[in-house]
């Protein structure tokens, strides 16, 4: 069965000022969102759903479903705050949903066999997507998978980031720390990072397998913290949880390439250069789709 890729798409990017997920970067127009769609069809992904926010759809129909048309199947998760596992209900004041560990359970009667996730609005390249997909065709129920990328290559030049840094044993994912607030000049020799860590970038690999343990845990982070208006459960998060329990062995494929984004409305003259030169080159046609 050909993976589906899964797209997290439902949030706004606050720090962006927009919906950054549809802004155009590439030479004919390009979302980064369209590069990742093009290098999974080559990599021999079969369909691609999106999680989106209910008021979101116009939007996401009128710029992306089209210009897919007859390339890659299509499908929509609407990610809501009032998803939530049986015996729980929404907390007065709750309004925003529960972060990417939320988003990808969401999506658990949409997606039947080998998935891959991502962030709608980060280039992840061709031999990344190529790799994972490799994986994906012979994966096992929990086994599962990640593409940790250097932390010196995923970082912003107008402003701090967050990353998860990764511990890996043996080629295997034993651990993720949350780390905030990342700046260049945190990175480099005897400084906070070296910039060899390996961090996830919210790229992984999956089986239908892992929504029964995300759902456990969905749970379990509900009664523990649903009453907080700003709690989020995230997926690297999730994850680890899975890992300690033993209920999931995740193998880490890491790219040496260089990660770009729009985390920050700065970033964008800088991924609408490197989106040129990698179309100068001729890894990518002028125009993608159409």
Not at 95 to 104: L, Q, R, S, Y
Not at 174 to 200: M, N
Not at 211 to 239: C, I, T
């Amino acid at each position: 069965m050909a993976p589906t890729l899964l797209v997290l798409a439902a949030g706004m990017g606050s720090r962006y000022g927009g919906l950054k997920q549809i802004d155009p970067v590439g030479p004919s127009g390009e979302t980064v969102l369209d590069y990742a769609v093009f290098d999974a069809m080559r990599a021999g992904f079969g369909r691609v759903v999106f999680v989106i926010r209910r008021e979101f759809e116009g939007a996401f129909r009128s710029a992306v479903t089209a210009k897919y048309s007859g390339g890659i199947g299509v499908g929509y998760v609407h990610q809501s705050a009032d998803d939530l596992p049986p015996g729980h209900g929404v907390p007065p004041g709750r309004e925003k949903p529960w972060g990417t560990g939320h988003a990808v359970w969401c999506a658990r009667s949409a997606v039947d066999g080998p998935f891959a996730v991502i962030n709608a609005d980060d280039f992840y390249g061709a031999s990344a997507f190529s790799r994972l997909g490799a994986f994906l065709g012979g994966a096992g129920d929990s086994r599962f998978a990640m593409v940790g990328f250097r932390l010196a290559n995923t970082l912003s030049e107008n402003g701090t980031v967050s990353r998860g840094v990764c511990r890996v044993e043996d080629g295997v994912l034993a651990s993720i720390t949350e780390e905030r607030s990342i700046a260049r000049g945190d990175v480099g020799p005897g400084l906070r990072f070296s910039g060899g860590e390996l961090v996830s970038m919210n790229f992984w690999g999956f089986t239908p397998a892992l929504f029964e343990g995300l759902g456990r845990g969905f749970g379990a982070f509900l009664s523990e913290r649903g009453g907080d208006p700003g709690a989020e459960y995230f997926l690297p998060s999730a994850v680890s949880g899975l890992i300690s329990a033993g209920e999931a062995s995740v193998e880490v494929l890491s790219s040496e390439a260089t990660w770009f984004g729009v985390t920050h409305r700065e970033d964008r003259p800088r991924v609408v250069a490197a989106l040129a030169e990698l179309v100068r080159r001729g890894d990518y046609p002028a125009r993608l789709f159409g």
